[in-house]
């Protein structure tokens, strides 16, 4: 039972702005017709009106944040680790279900669902990225069982399979970063490409790109690399090639691109060979994606690419370096932009 005002049909509206006016509208329940009279939900009273005692259907408000979906449900300690341990993809949210959470999967899934109104799917992660692919296994624990998904970022449209591909929100600054430096006539190697994203944004940002040659060896990937520039009409720039860089830059594009895009992190130094054999005689720039020490995170990327590059009888001057993601304890995911040229 709540307190409601008692007011006549013809004064509902006038009587309704008086009490928004007056602050005493309880927004916590709904008002009601009932005859020739609407029960406004109240605070107080009203003078003129009468004030009766009745059941009015409460408001169901969507909550404001991961905090007060799980307040009552976690402890203030386990809701800060849930509220950094989920990215959304379009529609699907995948978590990472903190250490000794597993049994709350549920109402974790359930509160992203409330707080996030456009995710439908919700899906915990399996494990760890694996094998060449570098896939994740994920399990849905909510909503719809459909995990594929359109994903929008920088003005581009991008579906993908969550669990079947390679596919992360978190790189979004990045692919910004690199297409801003892209200028006008480059030809791109979009090595370890993915469903698409850092040559999609690319032609995007810079639409006087000459050509963007984006390699994937996942099948899967590809064949949603091939749709997403479909999907965003640059079929006249990016070129999608299914096979393994290492046999598919010699014949395709040889000497030919003004940069080297190298996002894969695990073992994309072991391909510098074959950014090297990507890049035109005159050199150009290569973004190596890799791991490093806490200390000194770059060094070791540093002195790889500058060990290949001499081989090759280059020289190399290194032009940015950022710390993309903190991987593991005292582990950071970096990339380091290169620029080769022929030495004098
Ligand atoms: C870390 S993912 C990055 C995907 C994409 N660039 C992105 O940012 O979402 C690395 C990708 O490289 C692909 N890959 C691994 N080895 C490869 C190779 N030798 N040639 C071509 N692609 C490869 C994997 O299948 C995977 O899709």
């Known amino acids: 039972m709540v307190l409601a005002l008692k007011v006549p049909r013809e004064e509902a509206e006038k ?13 916590d329940h709904r008002a009601k017709k009932e005859g020739d009279f609407v029960y406004f939900p109240v605070k107080s009273p009203l003078e003129g009106y009468e004030a009766v005692e009745i059941d009015l259907p409460a408001v169901r408000r969507k909550p404001r944040d991961m905090v007060e979906a799980l307040s009552g449900l976690l402890s203030p300690e386990e ?61 849905v624990v909510a909503g719809e069982p459909n995990l594929v998904t359109t994903y929008r970022e920088h003005g581009v449209r991008m579906m993908l ?37 850092y040559p999609l944004v690319i032609a995007k940002k810079q639409p006087r790109v000459k050509k963007i040659y984006a390699v994937e060896l996942n099948p899967e990937a ?30 395709m594009f040889p000497k030919m691109a003004d940069r080297v895009i190298m996002p894969l992190p695990k073992t994309a130094d072991t391909f510098l060979d074959v950014a090297m054999e990507a890049l035109r005689e005159e050199g150009g ?60």
């Open 79 to 139: 809701v800060e680790k849930v509220t950094k341990s989920f990215d959304i993809i379009g529609h699907v949210a995948v978590i990472e279900i903190p250490e000794g959470l597993r049994d709350k999967e549920k109402l974790i899934a359930e509160a992203i669902m409330r707080v996030h109104p456009n995710v439908r799917t919700v899906a915990v992660e399996e494990g760890p990225h694996e094998g060449p692919f570098r896939v994740q296994p994920v399990r």
């Open 161 to 197: 399979e969550v669990g079947k591909v390679y596919f992360s929100v978190r790189h979004s600054f990045e692919r910004k970063r690199i297409a801003e430096q892209v200028r006008p006539g480059e030809v791109v190697a979009a090595l370890f490409a993915g469903v698409g994203p």
């Open 15 to 27: 009587v309704r702005k008086r009490l928004v006016e007056l602050g005493i509208l309880d927004r």
């Open 222 to 251: 590809w064949k949603w690399m091939v749709k997403n520039v479909e999907l965003n009409r640059f079929q006249e720039k990016i070129i999608p090639v299914l096979g393994d860089v290492r046999d598919v830059v010699p014949r």
């Open 285 to 344: 720039i290569i973004h190596l994606y890799t791991f490093g020490p806490a200390e000194d995170p770059f060094k070791e990327g540093e002195e790889k690419i500058r060990e290949v590059v001499e081989e090759h009888g280059y020289c190399v001057r290194f032009l940015e370096e950022r710390r993309v993601a903190n991987y593991a304890p005292y582990i950071w995911k970096v990339v380091i932009d290169a620029y080769v040229f022929p030495c004098k």
